[in-house]
């Protein structure tokens, strides 16, 4: 199986910075991508960030210029990097990735999701 820790969230100020890791763990071969969705208090869940393992990468148009996605580390560790907050990024974020597991089987998985709240 394949774990996902999130870690990172919490309470920014406007104008404020967070930094959220994804950690993937278990049995995989390789992370196909890693990606970052959020679901804000009624709101459907939308992808903020993705990133391919060939380092593509594709942000919503909200976050453009201001997200940073990264690509998993040999830990495989992703990061969001999240600069220029506003109330409007408050919410939960869900790590995603798309694995080819040790036995070469693909899965797709989800992390816990970690709060961002940005408030003054």
């Known amino acids: 199986q394949v774990q996902l820790r999130e870690s990172g969230g919490g309470l920014v100020q406007p104008g404020g910075s967070l930094r959220l890791a994804c950690a993937a763990s278990?049995?995989?071969?390789?992370?196909?991508?890693m990606a970052w969705y959020r679901r804000a208090p009624g709101k459907q869940r939308e992808l903020v960030a993705l990133?391919?393992?060939?380092?593509?990468?594709n942000y919503t148009d909200s976050v453009k210029g201001r997200f940073t996605i990264s690509k998993p580390n040999a830990k495989n560790t992703g990061y969001l990097q999240m600069n220029s907050l506003s109330s409007e990024d408050t919410a939960v974020y869900y790590c995603?990735?798309?694995?080819?597991?040790?036995?070469?089987?693909?899965?797709?998985?989800w992390g816990q999701g970690t709060q961002v709240t940005v408030s003054s």
């Open positions: 278990g049995s995989i071969y390789s992370i196909n991508t």
């Open positions: 995603n990735v798309d694995v080819i597991r040790a036995n070469g089987w693909p899965g797709v998985y």
């Open positions: 990133i391919t393992s060939g380092g593509i990468t």
